[in-house]
């Protein structure tokens, strides 16, 4: 039987009026994490049936804790988000750990997946597996023209063989799974550890702390010259389930907004969100990663009909307001020195 500590199970009212998510069972990997709780929300209120196997309880590298939880949850479909995943620095600390864990996962969940007989799979890519030096914007043509940055190759090269997997399983035994790759995502709930999180977060804490402290600069990693496409996670959340209702294609899917800010323009525009007023010094000696960072969109829009409606100030205001309302609970042990 499932242990009620491993799995999160939310039954809707099974009202068939409520569309095709009524009554569908869903597993949903990640489902308690930062993106994952956005998708069980708008999966709840469709009336599906979500289940969200704890990590503690259910290690997704271990085929037979995977084998198990097909047996138990009986799934239709499983939307994977759970993922092992950083920043530059986690990244450069732990690249063995991160190709591993998040190729096994992944590789777990579709072959498992296959032999329980899924109806779908909807496997969450990532940026990072685009070429170095991809022509902006991203096309999901690009995707296979080059080596990805080096600071997050390993994570990029375990999730995009994940597509290959996924393509391989549809021509050879029928498998219906989607790939989908969003921008950053940021926004309320995010992790703001420094040693973990990723930029918007990671800016926010320091502008407020520095604020707090009355500190007259705060420094931001690399040149400021890198660009990035940011997300907005409750937007990110709306174009993975409309895609997992409506996408069945082989080729992988950009979700994002298709607009891209330089590292140092991110930086001054939290800052004056913040009204914090002193200095942003750029440390050079410190990784830019990826040189610039942007995703054609039009698939999705041709697709599910996605167009992002969530534009980047309105999303740094939200999530500043989440971080400056949970302080405390946010604040990981990593402080600043």
């Known amino acids: 039987m499932i242990?009620?500590?491993m799995l999160e199970t939310e039954v809707g009212s099974r009202d068939r009026r409520a569309g095709s998510w009524a009554g569908r069972r869903v597993?949903?990997?990640?489902?308690?994490?930062?993106?994952?709780?956005?998708?069980?929300?708008?999966?709840?209120?469709?009336?599906?049936?979500?289940?969200?196997?704890?990590?503690?309880?259910?290690?997704?590298?271990d085929s037979s804790a995977v084998r198990r939880l097909y047996h138990e949850a009986r799934p239709?479909?499983?939307?994977?988000?759970a993922a092992r995943v950083g920043g530059i620095a986690a990244n450069q600390r732990n690249p063995g750990r991160f190709f591993h864990d998040n190729l096994m996962m992944g590789v777990n969940l579709i072959e498992e997946g296959r032999k329980a007989g899924l109806s779908k799979f909807v496997q969450i890519g990532t940026v990072c597996s685009y070429p170095k030096h991809t022509p902006v914007p991203f096309r999901e043509d690009d995707l296979w023209?080059?080596?990805p940055e080096e600071t997050n190759a390993p994570y990029g090269i375990a999730k995009?063989?994940?597509?290959?997997?996924?393509?391989?399983?549809?021509?050879?035994?029928?498998?219906?799974?989607?790939?989908?790759?969003?921008?950053?995502?940021?926004?309320?709930?995010?992790?703001?550890?420094l040693e973990?999180?990723?930029?918007?977060p990671a800016l926010i804490r320091k502008?407020?702390?520095?604020?707090?402290a009355g500190n007259s600069a705060v420094t931001v990693w690399g040149t400021g010259r890198a660009s990035r496409e940011f997300f907005y996670v409750e937007d990110c959340a709306e174009a993975i389930v409309r895609a997992a209702s409506s996408y069945d294609g082989e080729a992988p899917m950009n979700l994002g907004t298709g607009r891209e800010i330089t590292i140092a323009e991110l930086a001054r525009l939290i800052a004056k969100l913040i009204d914090y007023e002193g200095d942003i010094v750029q440390d050079p000696s410190r990784p830019d990663g990826q040189p610039r960072r942007a995703l054609d969109v039009s698939r999705?829009?041709?697709?599910?009909?996605?167009?992002?409606?969530?534009?980047?100030?309105?999303?740094?205001?939200?999530?500043?307001?989440?971080?400056?309302?949970h302080r405390e609970s946010a604040r990981l042990v990593h402080d600043v020195s």
């Open 196 to 200: 973990t999180s990723h930029v918007i």
């Open 300 to 325: 999705a829009g041709r697709e599910i009909g996605f167009i992002a409606g969530t534009d980047l100030e309105t999303g740094l205001r939200c999530t500043i307001d989440w971080f400056l309302a």
């Open 3 to 5: 242990d009620r500590d």
């Open 27 to 61: 597993v949903v990997t990640g489902g308690a994490g930062f993106l994952g709780r956005f998708v069980v929300e708008r999966l709840r209120s469709a009336d599906a049936v979500i289940i969200v196997p704890r990590s503690a309880d259910c290690d997704l590298v």
């Open 76 to 81: 239709d479909m499983v939307i994977h988000l």
């Open 160 to 193: 995009k063989s994940l597509l290959v997997q996924l393509q391989a399983y549809r021509h050879q035994y029928g498998f219906n799974g989607i790939y989908l790759l969003p921008a950053n995502l940021y926004g309320p709930g995010d992790n703001f550890d």
């Open 145 to 147: 023209n080059g080596y």
């Open 207 to 212: 502008f407020v702390d520095a604020k707090a």
